[in-house]
């Protein structure tokens, strides 16, 4: 099970040394957005401008939640260290504890005249817009990270992240494995005989499929690195090629009469 740090526990009551009285830094939301592409830009990669409302750092003093021309003054309600105590009547007698300061939230610094645009809190709603490149390979549900193009924080805090979730849209031709392609294709009984070459489609291109003679339905060929871009990486998978041998249902008299023959010489 999950461990618990006693000694924290009981800081946190009693008023123990540690980490108290050290103010914090502040940091911002983060924010998630979906963004859809095609299943060739996830093999392409593709960039995207997007625009997201957010908080952004106030314009107007620059993010410090202070007027122009004032300045950031210790915090009176906690004395700069971002901390209060709070005393409690328990079952042990009277508890200590040190909470967050509502004043300042923990930075331990308030403005000393506050900013009239985003009153002292240094930031305000805004429209936003962020370039993302959407690397090769990405695949449907993974996300992307972008460091501080979330909210941003109080009084020049650091900001959050942005995740931006990836949606692929299915592509009829191909069927994604892994880092590899799969697809189907249908032969006919002479071919599978006799062999042939078959123009493929891939998502690197087209390329030359060699169905040696003999192939029997269902068999599986393997092309080497003409699969899926391999992500944050310089090699691709593979692309398999599943070969059904397709039976005709009617034959001409004259098909008959040479199917009939070959019947007669495999005996």
Not at 90 to 99: D, E, I, N, R, Y
Not at 121 to 145: F, H, K, M, T
Request: charged residues 25%; hydrophobic residues 30%; aromatic residues 4%.
């Amino acid at each position: 099970g999950q461990r618990v740090d006693f000694s924290d526990l009981f800081e946190g009551f009693f008023g123990g040394g540690g980490r108290r009285g050290q103010p914090r830094e502040e940091r911002g939301d983060d924010r998630e957005i979906s963004v859809t592409i095609n299943f060739m830009e996830s093999v392409s990669g593709v960039a995207r401008e997007l625009r997201i409302r957010k908080l952004g750092s106030c314009k107007t003093c620059s993010g410090s939640g202070a007027e122009p021309g004032a300045k950031l003054v210790t915090c009176e309600e906690c004395g700069g260290t971002g901390q209060v105590v709070r005393q409690s009547q328990s079952f042990f007698g009277m508890l200590q504890q040190a909470v967050l300061c509502p004043k300042c939230r923990g930075s331990g610094k308030v403005p000393e005249k506050p900013c009239k645009t985003c009153s002292g809190e240094g930031r305000i709603a805004e429209d936003s817009n962020v370039s993302i490149d959407i690397p090769a390979g990405i695949a449907d549900g993974q996300s992307l990270r972008i460091r501080g193009s979330g909210d941003a924080a109080r009084q020049n805090g650091t900001s959050g992240d942005l995740y931006v979730r990836i949606t692929v849209t299915p592509d009829k031709r191909f069927v994604r494995d892994g880092d590899d392609i799969r697809m189907e294709i249908v032969i006919t009984v002479p071919d599978a005989i006799l062999g042939t070459d078959i123009s493929i489609e891939t998502v690197l291109g087209p390329t030359t499929l060699k169905v040696p003679a003999g192939t029997q339905s269902g068999q599986v060929f393997r092309i080497k690195h003409k699969g899926m871009p391999v992500l944050n990486a310089s090699r691709f998978g593979d692309h398999y090629v599943t070969v059904t041998v397709e039976i005709p249902a009617k034959l001409s008299r004259e098909e008959r009469k040479l199917v009939e023959e070959w019947k007669r010489l495999q005996q």
